[in-house]
């Protein structure tokens, strides 16, 4: 084997097991990141992709399933305006395979809004929203939810 190739396998050897010790996320970490996700896909208006968040176990208090989830979000991120959405005072708990996330939601429809003082209350919904997750094959997964309007003032 030349040289210079064993030296660049070295180092790729080398970076791969740096990778491998790096620290781990925390599941509390994974879940803000598979919030995130499912917030990004919405606001691509990607159904697809948000669903991959939601169990086909999904069972909410309004009588909504898996279906339902996907024809709200179809009904709502079909419309041909923007969406973009905030979340404020996000809280997880987790208990081993569980948790409950509890946030509340800046959602705005119709304009392209950078940060949250370029809104208006006519241009947002506001909602408190708790979401259960469950870990499902190494993965957490949204199986119900509540959300209540609160109006844009009192997210504030």
Request: charge should be neutral; proline fraction near 3%.
């Amino acid at each position: 084997m030349r040289p210079a190739l064993k030296i660049i396998l070295s180092v790729l050897v080398i970076i791969a097991s740096c990778q491998a010790c790096a620290k781990t996320k925390s599941e509390k970490e994974v879940l803000i990141e598979t919030v995130s996700k499912a917030v990004e896909a919405a606001e691509a208006k990607d159904i697809s992709a948000f669903m991959k968040h939601v169990s086909k176990d999904y069972s909410d208090d309004k009588g909504n399933d898996y279906n339902g989830i996907k024809g709200i979000l179809f009904y709502h991120l079909m419309r041909p305006e923007n969406v973009k959405v905030f979340l404020s005072g996000f809280e997880a708990e987790l208990s081993g395979d569980r948790a409950v996330v509890n946030s509340k939601a800046f959602i705005i429809r119709g304009k392209e809004v950078i940060s949250i003082k370029d809104i208006l209350p006519s241009d947002a919904d506001g909602l408190d929203v708790s979401i259960v997750f469950r870990k499902e094959n190494g993965r957490w997964m949204a199986t119900g939810g509540n959300w209540a309007p609160v109006g844009v003032t009192g997210l504030l």
